[in-house]
T-cell receptor, first 112, second 114 residues
Framework: DTAVSQTPKYLVTQMGNDKSIKCEQN?????MYWYKQDSKKFLKIMFS???????INETVPNRFSPKSPDKAHLNLHINSLELGDSAVYFC???????????FGPGTRLLVL | AQSVTQPDIHITVSEGASLELRCNYS??????LFWYVQSPGQGLQLLLK??????LVQGIKGFEAEFKRSQSSFNLRKPSVHWSDAAEYFC????????????FGTGTQLKVEL
């Protein structure tokens, strides 16, 4: 059973398009996160949701909009994709704040 | 501001040799410390974590790490490396800021020579 799953695994798209990445966790966790891993493998948090409420919003362009329909899902919608958005996006979840985070397999986004 | 430094970008060891990956952190309070491993094309898997208590923590796959407050370090060790350990290793500290943000180091890529 996959604990934290993401779809799609790979996403290739053109500049200017709008795309969404979906994340689901079946761990019963209250908190979910989105991280971005750049080409140098550096990982940085983008957003965090606790019980469907946004609690972390790093300095991310407003073209990125997270949506949490319920505690088990946290989707990431990206408008007007740019070349610099090419990266691996990881979803994660934890039982509560300040607990261990469990990561999904990542979504590899390539913007052409 | 909190930060994590992994001084070694690449490390190559022979299979069966011992391994130590370095991690230094800067944090204003007692940190929670983590080591994650990322195999090529895969997500991040938690190896071990330190929250409190015994400063030597055991993890999966035969890894251990020791928290040394005086040195602000949390080095990862394994007595005998296997070829399957070749991967990228990330040290992280948290929670940082509000909301349990993890701050990651830049990673150490481990290559294992057969």
């Amino acid at each position: 059973d996959t604990a934290v799953s993401q779809t799609p695994k790979y996403l290739v798209t053109q500049m200017g398009n709008d795309k969404s990445i979906k994340c689901e966790q079946n761990l019963g966790h209250d908190t979910m996160y989105w991280y971005k891993q750049d080409s140098k493998k550096f990982l940085k948090i983008m957003f965090s949701y606790n019980n469907k409420e946004l609690i972390i919003n790093e300095t991310v362009p407003n073209r990125f909009s997270p949506k949490s329909p319920d505690k088990a899902h946290l989707n990431l919608h990206i408008n007007s994709l740019e070349l610099g958005d090419s990266a691996v996006y990881f979803c994660a979840s934890s039982q509560e704040l300040a607990e261990t985070q469990y990561f999904g397999p990542g979504t590899r986004l390539l913007v052409l | 501001a909190q930060s994590v430094t992994q001084p070694d970008i690449h490390i190559t060891v022979s299979e069966g040799a011992s391994l130590e990956l370095r991690c230094n952190y800067s944090y204003g309070a007692t940190p929670y410390l983590f080591w994650y491993v990322q195999s090529p094309g895969q997500g991040l898997q938690l190896l071990l974590k330190y929250f409190s208590g015994d400063t030597l923590v055991q993890g999966i796959k035969g890894f251990e790490a020791e928290f040394k407050r005086s040195q602000s370090s949390f080095n990862l060790r394994k007595p005998s490396v296997h070829w399957s350990d070749a991967a990228e290793y990330f040290c992280a500290v948290g929670p940082t800021g509000g909301g349990n943000k993890l701050t990651f180091g830049t990673g150490t890529q481990l290559k294992v020579e057969l």
